[in-house]
């Protein structure tokens, strides 16, 4: 596909969102190099999320916004050398920039009534649930007439001398080293004083544990030490310590990781490192759609599925404690030693 002139495609991908949700894009820009070898593939990201995506070789060129530019900024974003935009996620004032923009094909979903801003649209309702967000990405392709078929899991890309520093951080611990990722955005979170007890559980049983996370996140848990039973020395603690790309190369550096379904998940996923993830049971936290494409266990609470968290008004209000820190250990042990590919768990 060649616009008049005979030149190759530029087409922009615009998904400008959380580094899991980016991630789980990067399947889209894999498929349109397959189908579109010279088109030049741009990515419009976030800007905190953007060094995720870095060094990965189907994107030519990536693009940042904060969320605070002026609509004469975006639409001057959009004329910069775009022939076609597909909006991975419909969002409404990128989408009418471009409309102004005057991008000549501009895809997204037709089930919007800002929709009508695109010329090209896909009719596939997600709130359904029934395929993998990797899966409804790549179809948005189909308003660029292509047909990708089998979907591809995303993958991230570490530079060498990248490895080589998360190797060097993690040198010397015990093995299996497991990094735990306490916080993330979730309606729900497994408890930090659990994640705390988990701390020492995996470091009694000979786990070399390594702590991951934002300031903020840091802030959280050490507010929930326990002076009397302090976190044991050997405990490598890099919360509020890691950018982006460090967080990643000690995650690959690792043998497995314990979160949310959060960001780090996905990483791990992504990097090949098998994950323990800890899923709450609304509807729209469906493994189906979100979990990690990876190895590993993905653990959800044997409680109905909701529609959304009401906390402690629902019955099941203490839905994600019902998992227990010896539950947790007793998967870490395994995906360490016997790596599979990943699974859902009710427990």
């Known amino acids: ?85 597909v909006f991975l996620k419909p969002f409404k004032r990128l989408m009418w920039a471009a409309f102004l923009a005057r991008v000549p094909i501009r895809v997204a979903t037709g089930y919007r ?51 080589a520093w998360g190797q060097a951080q993690l040198r010397g611990m015990p093995t299996p080293r497991v990094v735990l990722h306490p916080g993330g955005f979730a309606a729900r979170r497994w408890r930090v004083e659990q994640y705390y007890s988990l701390v020492h559980e995996l470091n009694r049983k000979g786990v070399g544990v390594v702590l991951t996370g934002s300031q903020a996140e840091a802030d959280m848990f050490n507010q929930h030490v326990n002076s009397d039973v302090p976190v044991p020395a050997s405990v490598l603690n890099l919360m509020g310590q890691l950018s982006l790309r460090e967080l990643m190369a000690v995650i690959a550096a690792s043998h497995a990781v314990v979160s949310g379904a ?37 653990l959800r609470p044997d409680v109905p599925t909701c529609e959304k968290c009401i906390y402690d008004a629902c019955p099941y209000w203490d839905c994600l404690d019902r998992i227990t820190v010896e539950t947790v250990a007793r998967q870490v042990m395994e995906v360490t030693q016997q790596p599979a590919q990943l699974r859902v768990v009710h427990v």
Request: hydrophobic fraction near 45%.
């Open 1 to 85: 596909m060649r616009v008049k002139d005979g030149s190759p495609m530029n087409v922009l991908l615009a998904r400008p969102d959380g580094i899991g949700d980016e991630i789980l894009c990067l399947p889209v820009a894999s498929a349109l190099r397959l189908l579109l070898p010279d088109a030049r593939i741009i990515f419009l990201s976030s800007e905190y999320a953007a060094p995720i995506l870095d060094h990965h070789p189907d994107l030519d060129e990536i693009r940042t916004i904060t969320g605070r530019e002026s609509l004469r900024e975006l639409v001057a974003l959009f004329r910069r050398a775009i022939d076609a935009v």
């Open 113 to 163: 009534w800002y929709s009508l801003l695109a010329n090209r649209r896909v009719y596939e309702h997600r709130k359904d649930f029934s395929k993998h967000e990797t899966a409804y990405n790549v179809g948005m392709l189909a308003g660029l007439g292509l047909q990708p078929g089998i979907v591809s899991p995303p993958n991230l890309v570490l530079a060498d001398a990248e490895r």
């Open 262 to 298: 959060t960001g780090p998940a996905h990483i791990a996923a992504a990097c090949g490192v098998p994950n323990v993830s800890l899923f709450d049971p609304r509807r729209n936290n469906l493994p189906t759609r979100w979990q990690p494409l990876g190895k590993g266990i993905v």
